[in-house]
């Protein structure tokens, strides 16, 4: 069987409506979906998905607890990173949650896509599924030009353990991709421990915990990963991310040149300011009205109605906000 997965808890309320929207819109109301939650914040978002058939709220508590130790183990392989994150007034173990994405190898899908909370189905995920039929790991984005939120470019060990080739053309973000249950079963998390134990850990970017680690995991075990950002005809393909302000939008579809957008993300955007958005407050980032679109599709008498001019969402903080955050009276 196949579906749709995403990562969520209560802080990405508004996101995970807006997601579960445009699956539902674009998809049908029979694709199936699996929520994987972040932590035990989920009281709001699980009543939501109890009230939507096709939606299920991952609880396998064994799998969820194998995969957190599968992590920790990682990490504690790691050299520096804990030293890293103490320093930037993090936990023992950064962003930990967000590694329950990786459920989905044990979750309720032979095939999956899993896509990030902040993100929208724009197109037919078909052409996706289908190159799992050759492949076992399918992605849809540009982050192989930005290595450095993927490995430690500083490592010597990173041309050792791939070639330059390979890291020119296989990294991927780990907000949007397609695979397989159990690709990566027992005995390969342990053959995967055992490589980052004899040193290569060190090549790990701590700073994107779960990216580093499923670039690495897929990357290491050699399994067959497709690109549709480098097989794609040049006149086909087109952009994700929400920092492309170029896409046009056609009855709330985004098109790129022409070529439907599978999936938009808005990837640098805080969940508070979604969360602010619905609140009433009038900020403007790029597509806001086709994210409120979605998100009020199946309520839209409580859209919120804008009384004031709309202001940047990333604008400068005032001279004020800048006073009270020196003195400590901010964060």
Known sequence: MNGICTLANDRVYDQLIALLNSIKAILGPDMPVCVYPYDDNTAKIAAEIARRPNVQLYNDRDSIQRWDKFVRDVWDTHPTAKERWKKTGNSEYHRVGTHRRYCAFDGPFDRFIYMDADTLVMGLMQPIFDQLNQHDWVVYDFQYTDIIHVYDVSSPKLTQVFTAERLEAEIFCSGFYASKKDIFDR?????????????????????????????????????????????????????????????????????????????????????????????????DFPYRDLFLHYRYLEEPEKRPKFKTKPKPYNQPPTLATRILKKIGLKS
Not at 239 to 255: E, P
Request: aromatic letters at 10%; hydrophobic letters at 35%; glycine letters at 8%.
């Open 187 to 283: 005995p390969k998390r342990d053959w995967l421990l055992s490589k980052l134990q004899q040193g290569e850990a060190e090549i790990l970017y701590p700073m994107a915990p779960d990216q580093t680690i499923l670039n690495y995991m897929v990357m290491r075990s050699g399994i067959s990963s497709y690109n549709l950002a480098l097989e794609l005809p040049e006149n086909e393909k087109t952009g994700c991310c929400v920092t492309s302000l170029h896409f046009q939008d056609r009855n709330q579809i985004l098109y790129d040149k022409g070529n439907r957008l599978t999936y938009i993300h808005y990837i640098g955007i805080s969940s508070e300011y979604f969360t602010q958005l619905g609140a009433g407050e009038n900020l």
